[in-house]
């Protein structure tokens, strides 16, 4: 239990402290790779809520796929960048954008107060569930069961969600093709 | 014992973070990036809810929805942005205001 916990502290303080310097480094690569370090502690976090398969995604599907996109982008348009850096650095140091700042942090206080204010009283389905022991437990195969949910009960969701990605890549390709018969 | 409040708290920081850098970025990729942060923090809340939903497993379920739907949005804009790159020569919004050639 002590252990669990610990680990627990230690990946969500990896993820808001590499969050936080993420919006706060200048240099954009080094800002995608500290996303990198932001998404798998996440990873590490879906785990500690049971959910290994979705971990494991979202190391492929993340990691693997949407941070390459990124950086492909970052280093397609990077001539611009490099100006853009260094002009603008002189006249934001000394003003941060503190409208931003002030919206994040009601949003954030705001949410954590109700949270905190929340937790006495539980919904009523998580309650039962936790009464009745209709909890996901660490000994539960997932995987498999997960696998019959997609098989089965959603089985029309999935193959809507699998039509919209290859909609959506085929029109990505489309949009970033070169135009040659101009 | 973790409980479901401290993933509420864990996902609440990153989708600040992420809106903060939504809001204040002047980059249209770590705009990007703040979408992909707030998203984060929506599957943490699935999934930290689909604990308690062994009928259904709607929270790793929708979780896994939300992490197609995110890739597949990062594909579209990443191609809208090459294209405005191509075009104008900046990825800074600001100076992205014209709808006509």
């Given at each position: 239990?002590?252990?669990?916990?610990?680990?627990?502290?230690?990946?969500?303080?990896?993820?808001?402290?590499?969050?936080?310097?993420?919006?706060?480094?200048r240099?954009?690569?080094?800002?995608?790779?500290?996303?990198?370090?932001?998404?798998?502690?996440?990873?590490?976090?879906?785990?500690?809520a049971?959910?290994?398969?979705i971990?494991?995604?979202?190391?492929?599907?993340?990691?693997?796929?949407?941070?390459?996109?990124?950086?492909?982008?970052?280093?397609?348009?990077?001539?611009?960048?490099?100006?853009?850096?260094?002009?603008?650095?002189?006249?934001?140091?000394?003003?941060?954008n503190?409208?931003?700042?002030?919206?994040?942090?009601?949003?954030?206080?705001?949410?954590?107060?109700?949270?905190?204010?929340w937790?006495?009283?539980?919904?009523?389905?998580?309650?039962?569930?936790?009464?009745?022991?209709?909890?996901?437990?660490?000994?539960?195969?997932?995987?498999?069961?997960?696998?019959?949910?997609?098989?089965?009960?959603?089985?029309?969701?999935?193959?809507?969600?699998?039509?919209?990605?290859?909609m959506?890549?085929?029109?990505?390709?489309?949009?970033?093709?070169?135009?040659?018969?101009? | 014992?973790?409980?479901?409040?401290?993933?509420?708290v864990?996902?609440?920081?990153?989708?600040?973070?992420?809106?903060?850098?939504?809001?204040?970025?002047?980059?249209?990729?770590?705009?990007?990036?703040?979408?992909?942060?707030?998203?984060?923090?929506?599957?943490?809340?699935?999934?930290?809810?689909?604990?308690?939903?062994?009928?259904?497993?709607?929270?790793?379920?929708?979780?896994?929805?939300?992490i197609?739907?995110?890739?597949a949005?990062?594909?579209?804009?990443?191609?809208?942005?090459?294209?405005?790159?191509?075009?104008?020569?900046?990825?800074?919004?600001?100076?992205?205001?014209?709808?006509?050639?």
């Open positions: 239990m002590m252990i669990e916990s610990l680990l627990f502290y230690a990946f969500a303080a990896l993820a808001i402290l590499s969050a936080l310097l993420l919006v706060h480094i240099n954009i690569a080094r800002a995608l790779f500290l996303l990198f370090i932001v998404l798998f502690s996440m990873a590490g976090l879906y785990l500690f049971l959910a290994d398969f971990a494991i995604t979202q190391i492929l599907v993340y990691v693997g796929g949407v941070l390459i996109l990124l950086i492909f982008a970052f280093m397609l348009s990077n001539k611009e960048l490099l100006d853009d850096l260094q002009s603008s650095s002189k006249r934001f140091i000394s003003l941060p503190w409208q931003a700042i002030i919206l994040a942090l009601a949003f954030l206080s705001l949410m954590i107060y109700s949270y905190i204010s937790a006495q009283d539980m919904p009523e389905w998580i309650s039962q569930a936790e009464a009745k022991g209709r909890m996901i437990l660490p000994t539960d195969n997932n995987i498999k069961i997960l696998g019959f949910k997609f098989m089965t009960q959603y089985v029309l969701p999935f193959e809507v969600i699998s039509v919209f990605l290859m959506a890549l085929i029109g990505a390709a489309h949009l970033s093709r070169k135009e040659s018969n101009k | 014992m973790i409980t479901l409040t401290h993933f509420l864990v996902s609440a920081c990153i989708f600040c973070i992420g809106l903060y850098a939504v809001l204040a970025k002047r980059n249209t990729i770590m705009i990007l990036v703040g979408i992909e942060l707030m998203i984060n923090a929506a599957i943490l809340n699935f999934v930290a809810f689909g604990k308690y939903d062994k009928v259904n497993y709607g929270g790793q379920v929708f979780a896994i929805f939300a197609v739907l995110a890739a949005a990062v594909a579209v804009g990443l191609a809208i942005i090459l294209n405005v790159y191509r075009h104008f020569n900046t990825i800074n919004p600001q100076n992205i205001h014209e709808l006509k050639d």
